[in-house]
C-alpha cells in the first residue's frame, strides 16, 4: 500500500505532464502519399526522361500548419534509390533526407515515412537529394501556414492564400554528363 502511494505520488505528475503536452505539441497529423515514378516529358520537341512525383512536375504542393506532424509517405516507383531533403526546414536531423549522412536512400520498389513536427512558418521548397533527381523534375514547394491563434497573427495578411511561383528551366541535355562542366 506505502509502494503503490508512493508510485502513484511519483507517477501522476508524469502522466499528466505527458497527456499535456500531446496536446500542446501537434495540431493534427497531416499525411502525404508521394509516388516518385519516371515519366517522358516533351518541352522541346524532343521526349525526355523525367522524374514525376504523384505524375506532376513540379512535386505537389505540401501545406500544413505550424504545431502540425508532417507524415510524407515516399513510394519509390524508381528502377534506382531516392530521396527527399527539406530545405530550410527546422526538423530532427534523421528526417534531413542526405541520404548516406541522414538517413539510408529509399531503395526501388521500396516506401520510406518522414515524420517531423511543423515548428516554424513560411514558404520553403523541397526537392531530391539523389543523384541529379532534382534538375529532372523533383521540386516542389513546402508551405507552413501560421497558426491563426498565434499573438504575432494578422488578420487580412497571414491569412491571404499563399501562390509559390516556381521558375524553373529544362534542358534536353542529361545533367550527369554536364554536371562537372559547371563552374
Not at 514525376?52 to 513510394?75: C, K, R, S, W
Not at 528502377?79 to 529509399?106: A, R, Y
Amino acid at each position: 500500500m506505502v509502494l503503490q502511494n508512493i508510485l502513484s505520488k511519483k507517477l501522476l505528475p508524469i502522466v499528466f505532464l505527458l497527456l499535456v503536452s500531446n496536446n500542446i505539441s501537434a495540431q493534427k497529423t497531416v499525411r502525404y502519399d508521394l509516388y516518385v515514378k519516371d515519366t517522358l516529358v516533351n518541352f522541346t520537341g524532343k521526349f525526355k526522361r523525367a522524374i514525376a512525383v504523384n505524375g506532376q512536375i513540379p512535386m505537389p504542393t505540401l501545406v500544413f500548419t505550424e504545431g502540425d506532424t508532417a507524415e510524407i509517405y515516399v513510394h519509390n516507383l524508381l528502377k534506382e534509390e531516392t530521396s527527399l531533403h527539406w530545405h530550410g526546414l527546422f526538423l530532427p536531423n534523421k528526417e534531413d533526407g542526405v541520404p548516406n549522412l541522414t538517413q539510408m536512400p529509399i531503395k526501388p520498389n521500396t516506401t520510406h515515412v518522414y515524420r517531423f513536427p511543423i515548428i516554424q512558418n513560411g514558404t520553403h521548397w523541397y526537392h531530391s537529394h539523389s543523384g541529379l533527381q532534382e534538375q529532372i523534375g523533383m521540386y516542389g514547394n513546402f508551405i507552413m501556414l501560421k497558426k491563426s491563434d498565434d499573438k504575432t497573427f494578422r488578420k487580412g495578411i497571414d491569412d491571404l492564400p499563399t501562390v509559390p511561383i516556381v521558375l524553373s528551366e529544362w534542358t534536353d541535355l542529361k545533367p550527369e554528363k554536364h554536371s562537372q562542366n559547371v563552374a
